[in-house]
Nanobody, 123 residues
Framework: AVQLVQSGGGSVQIGGSLKLSCTAS????????MAWYRRTAGNQCDLVSV???????WYDPSVEGRFTVSHDGAKNTIYMQMNNLKPEDAGVYFC?????????????????WGQGTQVIVSA
């Protein structure tokens, strides 16, 4: 069975940094790619970044230059370093095996998802 386990997140002040990680079992990031999503307080599901085989990276323009995705193939783990955090970056972040979702958990149960991790950005 596929399992994506997240860690990281937390509460920081504006301008601070956080690092998220997503470790997979039963799923190969290098071969199949993955994506990071953010569920906002208004339940909007934003695609934040995509790691594709190659690797190729895509970032939402709102985070490009501040967020960096990396991976450790030996650990089958994807990281997202988030720097210079802004209030609009706050939300629950999910890693997913797919980059086509328009809804985040719990509004969807399709596909592969991590358990989600909260990011709070305060003044």
């Amino acid at each position: 069975a596929v399992q994506l386990v997240q860690s990281g997140g937390g509460s920081v002040q504006i301008g601070g940094s956080l690092k998220l990680s997503c470790t997979a079992s039963g799923y190969n990031f290098d071969a199949s790619g993955m994506a990071w999503y953010r569920r906002t307080a208004g339940n909007q599901c934003d695609l934040v970044s995509v790691f594709s085989r190659g690797p190729t990276l895509w970032y939402d323009p709102s985070v490009e230059g501040r967020f960096t995705v990396s991976h450790d193939g030996a650990k089958n783990t994807i990281y997202m370093q988030m720097n210079n955090l802004k209030p609009e970056d706050a939300g629950v972040y999910f890693c997913s095996g797919e980059s086509y979702h328009i809804r985040c958990p719990p509004e969807t149960t399709s596909g592969y998802w991590g358990q989600g991790t909260q990011v709070i950005v305060s003044a």
